[in-house]
């Protein structure tokens, strides 16, 4: 019986140091969002159709690439810009857009003039905290150049980092959510 003693007071030792902490709440857990598709309407403010660039990757994280249509702007012209992100994985489509509005304040998009693409952009939307958020935004092209437009979502970023609200994503820190590089003609 003796050696059955301190075996028991092992036991008896990891039991007394577990605690149960758990509430009866489940686990907070803000999973990444699945965008399949990332859409950026570009409307000519003089008039004119609309340039719909799109990303669409109906496969999510499998094997296919996504599918990416850029898009011919013309010179010289500014243009009016609305992001949304979807993810058609869901019957029906859930719009990722009206997520990142509600969050405001843990996202924001980039938009990157990349391989000569003769680009600039702007914010004009906010959070609640006056920082940059991207949905919406001002696109003003230059003269003829041919090029790569990057949209970038980052998510749980430090807004307030060296260039962020100027749009410069080098110290925004945070994760990707979705980066998509459309390819511009400027004519």
């Known amino acids: 019986m003796k050696t059955f003693k301190p075996l028991l007071l092992i036991a008896l030792l990891i039991l007394a140091s577990c ?27 003089g008039g004119g159709p609309d340039i719909v660039l799109t990303s669409r990757d109906l496969d999510g994280d499998g094997p296919g690439a996504a599918v990416i249509t ?14 949304q992100a979807l993810n058609e994985l869901e019957d029906p489509a859930e719009d990722i857009t009206e997520e990142v509005a509600e969050e405001d304040d843990e ?64 110290n925004a820190g945070g994760d990707t959510d979705v980066e998509v590089d459309y390819p511009i003609i400027i004519q």
Do not use: C, W
Not at 20 to 26: A, F, H, I, S
Not at 31 to 41: N, S
Not at 75 to 83: E, F, K, P
């Open 19 to 45: 605690s149960d902490d758990d509430d009866g709440t489940p686990p907070v857990i803000n999973d990444e969002e699945v965008i399949t598709t990332l859409t950026v309407t570009l409307t000519p403010n």
């Open 70 to 83: 850029g898009g011919t702007l013309a010179a010289n012209t500014t243009y009016t810009g609305v992001v």
């Open 107 to 170: 996202h924001q998009f980039f938009f990157q003039a990349i391989s000569g693409a003769n680009i600039t952009t702007m914010y004009t939307d906010f959070d609640g905290d006056g920082n940059p958020l991207g949905i919406n935004l001002t696109l003003t092209t230059g003269d003829a150049s041919n090029g790569t437009l990057r949209v970038t979502l980052r998510h749980l970023l430090d807004k307030n980092a060296a260039g962020v609200s100027e749009g410069d994503i080098t």
